[in-house]
């Protein structure tokens, strides 16, 4: 393979998700997340990663169609197998039981669960006026699993929907390695430095925000924001958090301890890492700060 192994090892990786059930917690986990802290952009955001590293070999390598073609039939492999088996369907979810590694390690349970089986059940609404679509798919199947009487199987819906947006992103991964080999082959384009992946920002510099603080620190400190509600976009609190998220990325920098300021790319990676008690040090340091000016500024206003 004209690869990289490196890249190959990423590939590899990407299109072969560790997925395991934890026998204490009685839960999934995807890649060493829970499912419940899989964002819905989690896997597309590994594809544009994928592809800026791959935009960097095809601009110092004269193989270009050879290695394009290499990727999309790896990702048409994983896809005709997806079809094959009607993994669209939760009907065939014994078809991805074999996937699953049963694990019982030490590791604690700090997920939020946005939907309980109670919450989902006793929703007042048809599915197709739902846009959150991971509420979507719990409420779909509650005729299916007889309203969840057996929590497994809120579970098991719950893996479905995200092996589910696994293949969209496959699928996603496929459009773009198409699209790159039409440019390659069509139109004869050699540099791919200049193309776009949905992820790349073209605002300046110069027109974004900065956070005074390091990435992690200014991850924590939107998290806290939308944790306590001080900032919303949407009603619905998934969706509101998505948003926020794709918004902070777009329009803010944030600035290294060198005093370099850099674009906040691949945010939700960072936010994700701020579960729980996950980097207590960051999450203390960032609170302590807003602490000091908030004490600093109700001096000044009880004068």
């Not at 802290?37 to 050879?66: C, G």
């Not at 369907?89 to 030490?106: G, H, M, R, T």
Request: aromatic share 12%; proline share 2%; hydrophobic share 40%.
């Amino acid at each position: 393979m004209l690869l990289p192994t490196e890249l190959i090892e990423e590939l590899n990786q990407f299109t072969s998700p560790t997925i395991e059930y934890h026998i204490t917690h009685e839960k999934y986990r995807v890649n060493s997340l829970w499912l419940d802290d899989i964002e819905l952009n989690y896997f597309n955001t590994i594809v544009d990663e994928l592809l800026d590293s791959l935009k960097t070999i095809l601009i110092s390598s004269n193989n270009n169609l050879l290695i394009v073609d290499q990727i999309k039939a790896i990702l048409e492999e994983k896809i005709s197998w997806y079809q094959i088996n009607q993994i669209q369907y939760f009907k065939s979810f014994d078809k991805i039981a074999p996937l699953v590694s049963e694990v019982n390690y030490e590791v604690s349970y700090d997920a939020s669960e946005m939907y309980s089986i109670d919450k989902v059940v006793n929703f007042i609404s048809t599915p197709e006026k739902i846009e959150n679509l991971y509420l979507y798919a719990l409420i779909a199947h509650k005729d299916m699993t007889k309203n969840y009487q057996n929590p497994e199987e809120f579970e098991n819906v719950k893996l479905f929907f995200i092996i589910n947006q696994f293949y969209k992103s496959i699928e996603y991964f496929l459009i773009k390695i198409e699209n790159i080999k039409i440019a390659i082959q069509v139109y004869g384009v050699s540099d791919l430095s200049h193309y776009k992946t949905k992820s790349e920002i073209d605002i300046p510099d110069d027109e974004k925000c900065i956070i005074n603080l390091d990435k992690i620190s200014s991850a924590f400190l939107i998290k806290f924001l939308v944790e306590y509600k001080f900032i919303i976009m949407d009603s619905d609190e998934g969706k509101s958090e998505s948003n926020i998220k794709k918004f902070i990325e777009r329009y803010f920098n944030f600035k290294e301890a060198s005093n370099v300021i850099k674009p906040l790319t691949h945010f939700s990676k960072e936010y994700s890492k701020l579960k729980g008690i996950s980097k207590k040090h960051v999450q203390i340091e960032v609170l302590d700060k807003l602490s000091k000016a908030i004490e600093l500024k109700q001096k000044f206003l009880n004068q």
